[in-house]
């Protein structure tokens, strides 16, 4: 009994920290594509590439494939409906220093809106994750024709990172950057 006991902790604690998103992906994948379908209608019905990211399926930050670049963020509430939300024209957003590094870090990602740097993504599984810890966090990037091209929810800090470092420090930079701002909006 003590042996059986022990092996269920052991199991326990290695799927607890190096695959929390075992648990993430079996039934909350379909809650990730329902929110993920309620923002992404609210904002364009232009046909183009979007990145998505999202921290507990409540803030989202969409980056949209425009001239000029423009960015969408989004608070959903508890039932999936969007409580706030406003588009960001980038030209507007690049007046301050941070941004202007923020903007810089995006350009060092490469051509973010390519399809085939994602082909890692299609495959990504837990088995990749070495260490992962912090809120959960949905990445998705959308076809044109608004179908999922590639995706995966995982703990914010993940090692080895699934996509490219300074895109992830971007998408996670002003979706905080965003989050801040609207929490000082929502005291007021």
């Given at each position: 009994m003590r042996k059986f006991c022990f092996v269920i902790i052991q199991w326990f604690a290695i799927t607890l920290f190096s695959g929390i998103a075992i648990f993430a992906q079996r039934k909350p994948i379909n809650i990730h594509h329902i929110k993920d379908e309620t923002v992404i209608r609210s904002i364009d019905s232009i046909p183009?590439?979007?990145?998505l990211y999202s921290f507990d399926d409540r803030y989202y930050l969409i980056l949209l494939n425009t001239t000029p670049r423009k960015e969408y963020f989004?608070?959903?509430?508890?039932l999936?409906?969007?409580?706030?939300?406003?588009?960001?024209n980038c030209a507007d957003f690049l007046k301050s220093r941070e941004n202007r590094q923020l903007n810089?870090?995006?350009k060092e990602a490469g051509p973010i809106y390519s399809l085939k740097r994602?082909?890692?993504l299609v495959n990504y599984n837990c088995e990749h994750i070495i260490s992962s810890f912090g809120t959960m966090s949905h990445f998705a990037v959308l076809c044109p024709d608004g179908n999922i091209y590639a995706e995966y929810t995982l703990p914010a800090i993940t090692t080895p990172l699934p996509i490219d470092q300074n895109l992830l420090?971007?998408?996670f930079r002003r979706l905080c950057n965003e989050i801040h701002d609207y929490s000082e909006i929502s005291i007021d």
């Open positions: 183009s590439i979007k990145i989004a608070v959903l509430d508890s999936g409906q969007i409580t706030y939300s406003k588009i960001i810089a870090m995006l994602y082909n890692n420090m971007y998408l």
